[in-house]
């Protein structure tokens, strides 16, 4: 261990590469909206929502512009199969397991009105599920089909002014997802597999000369019942082979 910074993307820190992918749509879907309709921009001073991870929030800008914040819920392994293995090496004992990653991202939409914070949780909602599939080019599996909205906070339970009244009413939408890991693990003291070497041993048994006898033991080739060909019984002696093979 180092204690430098890993990377962070789908191959080193999933986790906040999906929560980057949800920002980065949601901000791409309301930069398309005309101004005065909640058009995203850049710039603060010129953005009519703001859209961020999980941060405080001072009182003035949430009674200035609504806000989306994601935050990421717990993950967890659903371990699909036995030892979630996948493939093995027997040469070098590598094994290579993959399992589906569960998670939910909290999308809280925050405003000074309930129906104003109810509304752009329904946009998001609505058009989570409209484009599904172009956020499981991503990586994330059964994203948009178990979308749910949950109610508006109580009145003044996020931010209130000096004289107590709700200054922040937030309304969450809950979007499950899944994401497949594969890790592949190398024993460095395993041995390794260098030759095989078996030993074959096989003999040719003796053929009855008796007619009878010998139609039982092999029969002709036929079609239909009828005999096409037929070949003399030929009494073998018995002999034994044994043959090597390395590989």
């Known amino acids: 261990m180092t204690g430098l910074v890993e990377p962070h993307g789908r191959g080193e820190e999933p986790l906040y590469h999906f929560?980057?992918?949800?920002?980065?749509?949601?901000?791409?879907?309301?930069?398309?909206?005309?101004?005065g309709s909640y058009r995203w921009s850049d710039d603060q001073k010129l953005s009519e929502i703001a859209i961020t991870d999980q941060v405080p929030i001072p009182r003035e800008r949430v009674e200035q512009t609504p806000h989306i914040v994601t935050m990421r819920g717990?993950?967890?392994?659903?371990?699909?199969s036995l030892d979630q293995l996948r493939q093995l090496d027997v040469k070098t004992g590598s094994k290579e397991r993959t399992d589906l990653v569960a998670c939910t991202m909290s999308l809280n939409c925050i405003a000074k009105l309930g129906p104003e914070a109810q509304r752009i949780a329904w946009i998001l909602m609505r058009h989570i599920r409209?484009?599904?599939?172009?956020?499981?080019?991503?990586?994330?599996?059964?994203?948009?089909?178990?979308?749910?909205?949950?109610?508006?906070?109580?009145?003044?339970?996020?931010?209130?002014?000096d004289g107590g009244d709700a200054e922040a009413v937030m309304v969450t939408v809950q979007s499950p997802f899944f994401f497949q890991w594969t890790e592949v693990v190398t024993p460095r003291d395993a041995p390794l597999l260098r030759n095989i070497e078996a030993r074959l041993r096989t003999a040719v048994l003796p053929v009855h000369v008796?007619?009878?006898?010998?139609?039982?033991?092999?029969?002709?080739?036929?079609?239909?019942?009828?005999?096409?060909?037929?070949?003399?019984?030929?009494?073998?002696?018995?002999?034994e082979i044994t043959q090597t093979v390395k590989t």
């Open 210 to 239: 008796t007619g009878r006898q010998a139609q039982q033991d092999l029969s002709p080739p036929s079609i239909r019942g009828r005999t096409i060909a037929s070949y003399p019984v030929v009494e073998l002696n018995s002999e």
């Open 74 to 80: 717990p993950a967890m392994y659903s371990n699909l």
């Open 130 to 161: 409209t484009f599904k599939t172009t956020l499981q080019r991503a990586g994330m599996h059964k994203i948009g089909d178990d979308l749910s909205m949950g109610p508006e906070s109580p009145p003044g339970a996020l931010v209130q002014s």
């Open 19 to 35: 929560t980057r992918i949800y920002l980065l749509f949601m901000q791409g879907l309301f930069e398309q909206f005309p101004s």
